[in-house]
């Protein structure tokens, strides 16, 4: 939308500067003939009588010219234009990509890859347990490995789903909004959404590391918090800033107990990283038993587009 709207501000300037070319050019050289007949020139038709038509065939002879010449330039102008707006598509195309496999390969590195780790280990316990003729402890760990077996199958919908949304097409907040309706109803923890349309307002690339931050702050909530409940709140402080906060009533953590959870500061990591990417801010507030919160203050830029119509919207004198 933000493009669109940009695209039309640019439209509109260039036609502007296009019909000021042709007609200015031709004005000054009308107004020009007129002067020279009323000091001199017209002396000779007249003594400073204005030979009106000579005036306008000058002028209609500029004004087609100009415009000849104006309307090849333009032409070549919106062939570039239209190059370079294809080109600025190609490369936030591939920019959306690399943010993704990059996104694909954290999750794998933080989440499934150690699962799958852990997996492991607790087979080889098992199979010790067994030779060791110690079933009850054997059958223990199998109850152990079922639980990270669900964490691993649980971790992959929650990739698969990030990769489902539509950013782009549906906007941030309808996003956000698909996207939390399917938390809530996969695991069954209430999740609150509220959000103004300022967070419309981010460009794509910002609205998809704004959504993959929330993503990731909800899966925590998943996998540590032990929440009954989770809020995601979005909120404009005026035209140039969001806040993003996500809050749960879980149980908490320390920064103790954070460094000592290899999963849960890995993943902080990447929260700030993609808020800190953007310009913003990033803050952890968590106390043992009085739940999470995340806040992330994230700058809004204004487009050219914008600073443009709020300029011509001024009143001037």
Same mark, same amino acid.
């Given at each position: 939308?933000?493009?669109?709207?940009?695209?039309?501000?640019?439209?509109?300037?260039?036609?502007?500067?296009?019909?000021?070319?042709?007609?200015?050019?031709?004005?000054?050289?009308?107004?020009?003939?007129?002067?020279?007949?009323?000091?001199?020139?017209?002396?000779?038709?007249?003594?400073?009588?204005?030979? &009106?038509?000579?005036?306008?065939?000058?002028?209609?002879?500029?004004?087609?010219?100009?415009?000849?010449?104006?309307?090849? &330039?333009?032409?070549?102008?919106?062939?570039?234009?239209?190059?370079?707006?294809?080109?600025?598509?190609?490369? =936030?195309?591939?920019?959306?990509?690399?943010?993704?496999?990059?996104?694909?390969?954290?999750?794998?590195?933080?989440?499934?890859?150690?699962?799958?780790? +852990? &997996?492991?280990?607790?087979? +080889?316990?098992?199979?010790?347990?067994?030779?060791?003729?110690?079933?009850?402890?054997?059958?223990?760990?199998?109850? =152990?490995?079922?639980?990270?077996?669900?964490?691993?199958?649980?971790?992959?919908?929650?990739?698969?789903?990030?990769?489902?949304?539509?950013?782009?097409? =549906?906007?941030?907040?309808?996003?956000?909004?698909?996207?939390?309706?399917?938390?809530?109803? =996969?695991?069954?923890?209430?999740?609150?959404?509220?959000?103004?349309?300022?967070?419309?307002?981010?460009?794509?690339?910002?609205?998809?590391?704004?959504?993959?931050?929330?993503?990731?702050?909800?899966?925590?909530?998943?996998?540590?918090?032990?929440?009954?409940?989770?809020?995601?709140?979005?909120?404009?402080?005026?035209?140039?800033?969001?806040?993003?906060?996500?809050?749960?009533?879980?149980?908490?953590?320390?920064?103790?107990?954070?460094?000592?959870?290899?999963?849960?500061?890995?993943?902080?990591?990447?929260?700030?990283?993609?808020?800190?990417?953007?310009?913003?801010?990033?803050?952890?507030?968590?106390?043992?038993?009085?739940?999470?919160?995340?806040?992330?203050?994230?700058?809004?830029?204004?487009?050219?587009?914008?600073?443009?119509?709020?300029?011509?919207?001024?009143?001037?004198?």
């Amino acid at each position: 939308m933000l493009q669109m709207n940009r695209s039309i501000m640019t439209h509109r300037r260039l036609l502007l500067f296009k019909w000021l070319m042709i007609f200015l050019p031709s004005v000054t050289v009308a107004v020009g003939h007129v002067l020279v007949a009323h000091t001199g020139g017209g002396e000779h038709a007249g003594g400073g009588t204005l030979d &009106l038509p000579a005036t306008l065939l000058v002028t209609f002879l500029g004004l087609v010219l100009t415009y000849i010449f104006v309307e090849t &330039l333009f032409r070549v102008l919106q062939r570039l234009q239209t190059e370079a707006l294809a080109r600025e598509q190609d490369i =936030r195309t591939m920019s959306a990509v690399m943010q993704e496999r990059e996104r694909l390969s954290r999750d794998l590195h933080d989440g499934v890859a150690q699962l799958v780790a +852990d &997996l492991l280990l607790r087979l +080889d316990t098992i199979k010790e347990l067994v030779e060791a003729n110690r079933p009850q402890e054997a059958e223990a760990e199998l109850e =152990r490995l079922h639980g990270v077996a669900d964490e691993i199958y649980e971790d992959i919908g929650e990739s698969i789903t990030g990769l489902r949304a539509n950013v782009t097409d =549906r906007g941030l907040v309808g996003a956000l909004q698909d996207y939390v309706d399917q938390f809530e109803e =996969r695991h069954q923890i209430p999740t609150s959404l509220r959000a103004d349309d300022m967070a419309n307002r981010l460009s794509p690339p910002a609205a998809l590391q704004i959504f993959r931050f929330i993503q990731e702050a909800l899966t925590n909530v998943r996998k540590h918090a032990k929440a009954r409940e989770a809020t995601v709140t979005l909120t404009s402080h005026g035209p140039d800033q969001l806040t993003v906060v996500i809050a749960d009533d879980g149980q908490g953590f320390t920064s103790g107990s954070q460094r000592n959870n290899k999963a849960r500061p890995l993943g902080m990591t990447s929260m700030r990283e993609r808020v800190e990417t953007l310009g913003g801010t990033f803050h952890i507030n968590s106390e043992p038993s009085s739940g999470t919160q995340i806040t992330a203050t994230i700058p809004i830029p204004r487009t050219r587009g914008e600073d443009g119509h709020a300029a011509l919207a001024t009143p001037t004198g």
